[in-house]
C-alpha cells in the first residue's frame, strides 16, 4: 500500500496477519481502517477488551493510561490495542474476531445528538453511546431501536467503524409507522434511546478483490454509505458500482456525497435510478427498476459480488435476474429478509 502516511507495519501472531498504522494512531483504530476485526468495547482504555501481547518493538501512550492494565499486566508484556501507538513495527498476539458471531450483542442506552432532514421523507439520527462504551460492528451491519412499549425497529448504521463517534442512523418517513410517526413528529435532540446491536450478515468481504457492484434502494443507501465509506478508509481498490434506485430526483439525500466518491476515486462510479423522476427532475439519467438498470450494463455476474439492500421486493428482483445472467447465489450479499422479519414499524 503506497501511503506516505503508513509510518509502522504490526502482524497479528500467529497467523501472520499484517496491517499498518499511521503515525498517531492507536493499533486499534488502524485495525479497524483497513477492516482488520480486533475485539474491543469502549475504545477508552476502560474495559480491557482489547488487550494484546507485546511479542515484538515498542509502543507508546497517548494522554490516556491503560486503566484497564494492572502493573503485572504492563510488566508482562500486555498492551491495550485501543490506546497504544507502534513506535516500531509491531507483533502482537491477540485472537481476531473473525466471524460476525464472535462480535458481542450489547444493549445500550443511547443519546440523539443530532437530527437533520435529509430530505422530504428521511431524517438523519446521530448517536451517542455513554463515554465508557463503543459498539463493535462490522460496515453495513444494523441495530435495534427498543422502545419502551417493548416494540422494536431494526435501523442500518450508515457510519463504517473507523468514524463512530456516533451511530448514524437515516429514518424513512412512513405514514402511520410507529418509529417513524415518532420521530418525524415528536423527537427532539437529547432524546434516550436504548439500542441493541450489532446485527445482521451485510457486510464487506474482504478476501474478495472480484468487482462489487451495490444495489441500494431508497434508505438501503445507508448500510451501503457505511461500506464504500470503510472501503475508502482502508484504501480498497476493487472496482466498485454503486446503482442507487429511487422514485424522484428529490430522493437522492446523499446526491452529492456519493458523487463525491466517483469523482475522487477511480475505483467507484456512481449510477442513480429513478423510477418515477418528475416533470420538474429534467431527468436525463437511467430510468426504470434498479435492478433492470443494472442489466442495461451488466449481462455477465459471475465475476461479480452484489450487495443488495433495500425493500424485499427489490433484493428479490435482483436475485431472482442476477442468478439467471451467472451470479452465484452465495455471491448475493443482503439482509432484507432477516431485516424485514425483525422490523416492526
Ligand atoms: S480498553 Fe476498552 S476497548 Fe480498549
Not at 458500482?241 to 458523487?259: Q, T
Request: glycine residues 8%; proline residues 5%.
Amino acid at each position: 500500500m503506497a501511503d506516505k502516511n503508513v509510518s509502522r507495519k504490526i502482524v497479528i501472531s500467529p497467523e501472520n496477519h499484517p496491517f499498518h498504522s499511521h503515525e498517531d494512531e492507536a493499533i486499534l483504530d488502524a485495525a479497524l481502517r483497513e477492516g482488520v476485526q480486533l475485539p474491543y468495547g469502549c475504545r477508552g482504555g476502560t474495559c480491557g477488551a482489547c488487550k494484546a501481547q507485546l511479542l515484538e518493538g515498542e509502543i507508546i501512550y497517548g494522554e490516556t493510561e491503560p486503566e484497564a492494565l494492572t502493573d503485572k499486566e504492563i510488566n508482562t508484556g500486555w498492551i491495550l490495542c485501543c490506546q497504544a501507538r507502534a513506535e516500531t513495527d509491531l507483533v502482537i498476539k491477540i485472537r481476531e474476531v473473525s466471524e460476525t458471531k464472535e462480535i458481542p450483542i450489547k444493549t445500550l442506552p443511547s443519546r440523539v445528538m443530532h437530527m437533520e432532514q435529509l430530505s422530504h421523507d428521511v431524517m438523519g439520527l446521530w448517536l451517542k453511546l455513554p463515554s465508557t462504551e463503543r459498539l463493535q460492528f462490522l460496515a453495513g451491519q444494523y441495530i435495534d431501536i427498543l422502545m419502551k412499549d417493548g416494540k422494536e425497529r431494526s435501523f442500518s448504521l450508515a457510519n463504517a467503524p473507523h468514524d463512530d463517534e456516533y451511530l448514524q442512523l437515516q429514518v424513512r418517513y412512513y405514514d402511520g409507522g410507529y418509529f417513524s410517526e415518532i420521530v418525524f413528529n415528536e423527537m427532539k435532540e437529547k432524546t434516550l434511546l436504548r439500542i441493541k446491536g450489532p446485527f445482521g450478515n451485510f457486510f464487506l468481504r474482504e478476501d474478495s478483490d472480484r468487482p462489487a457492484v451495490f444495489v441500494a434502494g431508497g434508505t438501503g443507501f445507508a448500510p451501503v454509505k457505511g461500506i464504500i465509506e470503510h472501503m475508502i478508509a482502508k484504501g480498497d481498490k476493487r472496482p466498485v458500482s454503486l446503482y442507487w434506485g429511487v422514485r424522484a430526483k428529490r430522493d437522492l439525500y446523499m446526491d452529492d456525497l456519493a458523487r463525491s466518491w466517483a469523482e475522487e476515486h477511480g475505483n467507484i462510479e456512481y449510477i442513480p435510478v429513478l423510477s418515477e423522476p418528475m416533470k420538474e427532475d429534467n431527468w436525463q439519467g437511467k430510468t426504470g427498476f434498479v435492478h433492470d438498470a443494472i442489466l442495461e450494463d451488466i449481462r455477465d455476474f459471475s465475476e461479480i459480488d452484489v450487495y443488495a439492500s433495500g425493500p424485499p421486493i427489490m433484493v428479490e428482483s435482483v436475485h431472482k435476474s442476477f442468478t439467471q445472467y451467472g451470479l452465484p447465489e452465495e455471491r448475493l450479499y443482503s439482509d432484507a429478509f432477516e431485516f424485514a422479519a425483525t422490523s416492526k414499524k
